[in-house]
């Protein structure tokens, strides 16, 4: 009933009017209400089944109300050592999931204009309970898997074995299979509700990354070393680590996100890649995610939409799963309505991994060529498709982030490819986009320079410049090196480039400065709209 009352899309006073007959009212029957539920739901000696009661009257009510003004309510009273009790008793854990949903939404109470005055926000940043950590990463490892095996079960993507090969082989022989195909990408209409409401556990998850110093801990202990021994848990005999479901959920979300263009996907979209972020500006995320896995807790990348990714090493480290996320961002939402600020998103993750590994002196093994020509491809979509894309704006920063993004892997490069052929095709693909790298002097020059009086935006354009200066530069010595050599083939360019790279070293030896890159990360404000609606729809 409560819902249903509330979903006739009332305003805040109105709701007050019909809960306490009158407004002036309101307040006393709103604090009452609050009070019943931090009294049931920190009451150990109340009936299990009431507190799971009182707790899914709580998130309906404030899913319903979202962001008018009876939320208020809820920040006049702290309800998160109720909520806190909940999770962490093994009588209530269980009620994990709506807990931490309940918690997260609270959190978001109009975040952006009154986050001093919301006690729960505090409450995140400062906790110490590793206990309610580990609740919230064991019941959210359980709904992100699901959500997982939702989109897994519209099309198998699984990797094929030899024994699957031929299986398939002597079923397509069968006469009433002999002309039908299994089509790789999955019909739209298939995935216009995906990802599952579930998905929206990943919320308080963010919420505790970036507010929290000490989660990012709790989530990487999770992860087992390859030398480590199996756990007895019975959550690691059922789903992986919470941190590699993360990276395998985003996979699929990444690749699907246009496939529906709704609000909802899209908005899921920027929630992972930002959580992508956080993770990638996380020195203890990063130095554990740049280890080698175990080959029994391998991450499930999707593999639904052409072009596949390169069949992954069981044992590679999970900073290459993060980085094939982008890589399929990058491919599969190129559209005339483009998502600018979560292009922006991933071009800075990106920029950040190469950031750390060269600090570190890290050669990863990894697939580099297709980051580099998802990149490229991006700047070449941008140049060619500027007059008729449909954004709010940003197309100049996402261009001069990419730039920048390039100047630092070419300048960096012998520090973080794992070999010299890595090394080589890079640079082939730098010289052989440089037409397209050319462009974007142009296409920067027709979106405007910014005024004196905006000093950031005018310290970006010029780091920019000098950026795409630099690349253009280097590109230039290795045509240099190709032209009076007249190559016939690809291969003969690239033959000549390899060549010029072991006589002479990489000519990128360009001075900048190397500082740690200021973090982007942003909190997804935005997102709460979708979050209340999956929160509700789960409780129907």
Request: contains cysteine.
């Amino acid at each position: 009933m409560l819902r249903t009352v509330i979903a006739k899309n009332l305003a805040g006073w109105e709701v007050m009017e019909i809960f306490a007959n009158r407004v002036n009212e309101a307040d006393r029957v709103f604090m009452e209400f609050v009070g019943m539920i931090a009294d049931v739901l920190g009451d150990d000696d109340a009936p299990e089944t009431l507190r799971h009661q009182v707790l899914q009257l709580a998130v309906v009510f404030t899913c319903s109300i979202s962001q008018l003004s009876p939320g208020a309510y809820f920040l006049r009273r702290d309800l998160f050592p109720c909520i806190a009790k909940v999770i962490t008793s093994p009588d209530t854990q269980r009620f994990t999931f709506e807990s931490s949903l309940l918690l997260s939404i609270l959190a978001n109470f109009h975040k952006s204009d009154a986050a001093k005055l919301n006690p729960y926000l505090q409450r995140i940043r400062d906790t110490q309970d590793t206990e309610l950590m580990h609740k919230i990463c064991w019941a959210t490892g359980f709904a992100l898997d699901a959500a997982v095996k939702a989109y897994q079960e519209i099309s198998d993507d699984s990797i094929p074995t030899f024994a699957k090969s031929v299986g398939a082989l002597f079923t397509s022989l069968l006469p009433d299979r002999a002309l039908v195909m299994q089509p790789l990408d999955p019909p739209r209409e298939f995935l216009k509700n995906q990802p599952i409401e579930a998905t929206v556990s990943l919320l308080p998850v963010f919420e505790f990354l970036f507010f929290n110093p000490l989660f990012a801990q709790v989530l990487v202990d999770m992860i087992p070393t390859p030398d480590s021994k199996p756990s007895d848990s019975k959550q690691s005999a059922l789903v992986p680590p919470l941190a590699y479901n993360i990276l395998s959920l985003s996979s699929y979300v990444l690749t699907h996100a246009s496939s529906s263009a709704s609000p909802r996907t899209l908005a899921y979209a920027n929630l992972a890649l930002n959580t992508l972020l956080v993770m990638s500006e996380n020195m203890h995320i990063m130095s554990v995610f740049c280890k080698p896995t175990s080959s029994k807790e391998a991450i499930r990348l999707c593999r639904q939409r052409l072009p596949l990714l390169p069949v992954p090493s069981p044992t590679r480290a999970p900073i290459c799963a993060l980085l094939d996320c982008c890589v399929l961002w990058l491919r599969h939402n190129l559209h005339k309505q483009l998502e600018v600020y979560t292009f922006t998103t991933c071009i800075w993750t990106c920029h950040r991994v190469i950031w750390y590994l060269q600090k570190e002196r890290m050669r990863l093994e990894y697939d580099w060529l297709e980051l580099w020509k998802a990149v490229v491809g991006l700047l070449g979509f941008l140049s060619s498709k500027l007059d008729s894309l449909i954004t709010t704006g940003g197309v100049e920063r996402l261009i001069q982030e990419t730039i920048r993004l390039l100047d630092l892997a070419l300048r960096r490069a012998d520090l973080f490819l794992p070999t010299p052929t890595a090394l080589d095709e890079f640079i082939y693909e730098v010289v052989r986009s440089s037409a397209v790298i050319r462009k974007q002097t142009l296409v920067l020059q027709s979106l405007g320079q910014p005024t004196s009086a905006d000093r950031g935006a005018s310290l970006r354009s010029d780091s920019a410049s000098k950026a795409l200066a630099r690349v253009l530069s280097t590109a230039a010595y290795y045509e240099g090196k190709l032209a009076p050599a007249g190559p016939r083939s690809a291969k003969d360019a690239f033959r000549i480039v390899s060549k010029d790279i072991e006589q002479n070293g990489l000519h990128s030896a360009h001075d900048a400065d190397d500082t740690e890159p200021p973090k982007h990360a942003e909190d997804v404000v935005s997102f709460i709209r979708v979050a209340c609606a999956d929160g509700l729809a789960l409780m129907s």
